[in-house]
Structure formats: structure tokens, C-alpha cells
């Protein structure tokens, strides 16, 4: 059993940055793909990014391309979400996943493959 702690999330103006954190317990990290998902009020959980095991694999969806990255440190157990140039659109709760089945470009995004999640962190971007 894999357990997930986010952190990191937070109130920042528009154009400012974040850095989301996710600290893996009760098991391999390095045999889990990761990634972060969100959920804005009234809308449905959608993928944002993913990286493979190893790092050397990163995915990240249109809207967020250029301004967030994923990466991972596999000594520590974390998995990171850089944030830049955040806007309003941004504002959601943010959740870790962990993912031990195949990992590829066509499912990174399907959160039906992640067994494990945080409780998730909030970020807010103000006008």
C-alpha cells in the first residue's frame, strides 16, 4: 500500500508561481510511474502531467505546456509539479497519483490506471 502526501499548494496572483510537492510512503517509489491530476469546483478530475519511473518519460497536457513541469527524485521519494505564469483557469485541487501498471503516451492520462492518490493540495490563482 502506497500512501501519498501532497503539499505545497496555496492563494498566488496571477503570473506568479508554485511548487507542488508529493512525498510517497509504504512502498518502491521508483516502480510507479507518478502524476498529478486536478479537479476545479464543479468540474471533473482532468489529467495535467505524468512521468515515468526512471524521469526519462514526461507528459504534460496542452493547456499547461510551457509553464508547468513534472519531475521526480526517486532518492527522496518525491514527485514535483512546478508552476509558472498561473492563471485563474488554474485554480483547482491538485492530486498525486501513483501508477504500477504499463505506462505509455496513449494511457499517461487515464486516471483509471493510478491505484493510489493524495488527499490532495489547493491552489488558488487570483486575479
Known amino acids: 500500500q502506497v500512501q501519498l502526501v501532497e503539499s505545497g499548494g496555496g492563494l498566488v496572483q496571477a503570473g506568479g508561481s508554485l511548487r507542488l510537492s508529493c512525498v510517497a510512503s509504504?512502498?518502491?517509489?521508483?516502480?510507479?510511474?507518478m502524476g498529478w491530476f486536478r479537479q476545479a469546483p464543479g468540474k471533473e478530475r482532468e489529467s495535467v502531467a505524468a512521468?515515468?519511473?526512471?524521469?526519462?518519460?514526461?507528459y504534460h497536457v496542452d493547456p499547461v505546456k510551457g509553464r508547468f513541469t513534472i519531475s521526480r527524485d526517486n532518492a527522496k521519494n518525491t514527485v514535483y509539479l512546478q508552476m509558472n505564469s498561473l492563471e485563474p483557469e488554474d485554480t483547482a485541487v491538485y492530486y498525486c497519483?501513483?501508477?504500477?501498471?504499463?505506462?505509455?503516451?496513449?494511457?499517461?492520462?487515464?486516471?483509471?490506471?493510478?491505484?493510489?492518490w493524495g488527499q490532495g493540495t489547493q491552489v488558488t490563482v487570483s486575479s
Open positions: 497519483a501513483a501508477n504500477g501498471r504499463a505506462f505509455y503516451s496513449s494511457n499517461w492520462y487515464n486516471s483509471g490506471d493510478y491505484d493510489y
Open positions: 509504504g512502498g518502491t517509489f521508483s516502480n510507479y510511474a
Open positions: 512521468i515515468s519511473w526512471s524521469g526519462a518519460r514526461r
